[in-house]
Every structure is written in structure tokens, then in C-alpha cells.
């Protein structure tokens, strides 16, 4: 199970990170076109597909999929 990131929309504010009960999101080291570090995904098979990541985004930039 996974989710889904657009990288060049993530501003990487952190808030999936911080609400992940699994801990398998983290800010990357690297940046997207408009200089943030976004977030990505670090044990998929951990995540549950539970949707908070995508609740909680404001800019729609992760969602669950398969």
C-alpha cells in the first residue's frame, strides 16, 4: 500500500509527516521546482491506507492509491 505525492505541488509544510500513525512520510532532502523540500514515502509497505495524509493537506498534493 502507498500514496501518491505531486512533488512540484507539496510545499512541504510537514503536516501528512506529523499526522502519518504510521511514520512512514518525511520531508525529503531534495526540492522541487519551486524550492521546497517535499515529503515522501519511506516504508510503504508500513502504510495502511488510511486517507489522513490526503485529509489533512491543504494543497491536495498526496492522496492514497493503490
Known amino acids: 500500500m502507498s500514496?501518491?505525492?505531486?512533488?512540484?505541488?507539496?510545499?512541504?509544510?510537514?503536516l501528512c509527516v506529523v499526522s502519518c500513525t504510521k511514520q512512514v512520510l518525511k520531508i525529503s532532502q531534495k526540492r522541487n521546482a519551486k524550492g521546497a523540500s517535499y515529503?515522501?514515502?519511506?516504508?510503504?509497505?508500513?502504510c495502511v491506507n488510511c486517507g489522513?495524509?490526503?485529509?489533512?493537506?491543504p494543497d491536495l498534493a498526496i492522496w492514497v492509491c493503490s
Open 39 to 46: 515529503v515522501e514515502q519511506t516504508d510503504p509497505e508500513k
Open 3 to 14: 500514496v501518491c505525492l505531486d512533488e512540484q505541488v507539496c510545499k512541504g509544510c510537514g
Open 52 to 57: 489522513i495524509c490526503q485529509d489533512i493537506c
